[in-house]
């Protein structure tokens, strides 16, 4: 397969386009959505996979380029998983995530009165998918476990970012200067899947 030259960032988010383009070759010219004004498909999926695969093929065949689109979001052992799949729509309409993390709190509450003397497992997790047209050319997941900080922390980063603190770290996600975060985070882990095909 020949390499790709062009690339659409499916997605809609400031902070996952910065991330992902960062972590391309400088060689690929990018293009990001907003070039195009398109509004993100319907992601009706069960799975971060499932998603991302439809992110990628409806910005591809709208665009006709190679589109790499990536669904991630954070999983939390106690509150069964969630806000999984669903992470950014926690976040309301507008995806504020200060709302987002305020509702896992909450919600971990409810679960356990006691939480915070706890190490609540959780991970990140990223699926990212290459599309052109009608045809995938290549999908991987990235995960990253660790667990809930007691209270955000840090400016760096977006998302859920300040409430994830890496196993064996001591740091949130937002507390790391973004070079760092991103050569251990699950989106790194994915794309490093992927790599050979750009």
Not at 10 to 31: A, C, H, M, V
Not at 167 to 186: G, L, P, V
Request: charged fraction near 30%; include cysteine.
């Amino acid at each position: 397969m020949k390499k790709i030259s062009d690339l659409l960032i499916g997605t809609n988010n400031k902070g996952k386009y910065r991330e992902i383009k960062d972590l391309l070759p400088k060689s690929i010219k990018t293009y990001s959505t907003a070039n195009f004004k398109l509004k993100s498909p319907l992601e009706n999926g069960s799975t971060f996979m499932e998603n991302s695969i439809i992110k990628s093929k409806y910005f591809s065949k709208k665009t006709k380029l190679v589109c790499l689109a990536d669904d991630s979001g954070l999983e939390i052992d106690l509150l069964n998983k969630n806000p999984g799949i669903y992470s950014a729509r926690w976040g309301g309409k507008k995806g504020d995530f200060n709302k987002a993390i305020k509702r896992v709190y909450r919600e971990l509450f409810k679960a356990d009165k006691k939480w915070q003397q706890k190490k609540i497992k959780a991970r990140f997790v990223c699926a990212l998918s290459i599309f052109y047209l009608d045809k995938k050319i290549v999908s991987a997941i990235g995960k990253v476990e660790g667990y809930i900080s007691n209270e955000p922390k840090g400016n760096n980063g977006f998302g859920y970012d300040p409430i994830f603190i890496q196993k064996n770290k001591k740091k949130t996600f937002s507390e790391m200067a973004s070079a760092q975060k991103y050569k251990i985070d699950h989106r790194s882990i994915a794309f490093k899947k992927i790599k050979k095909f750009l």
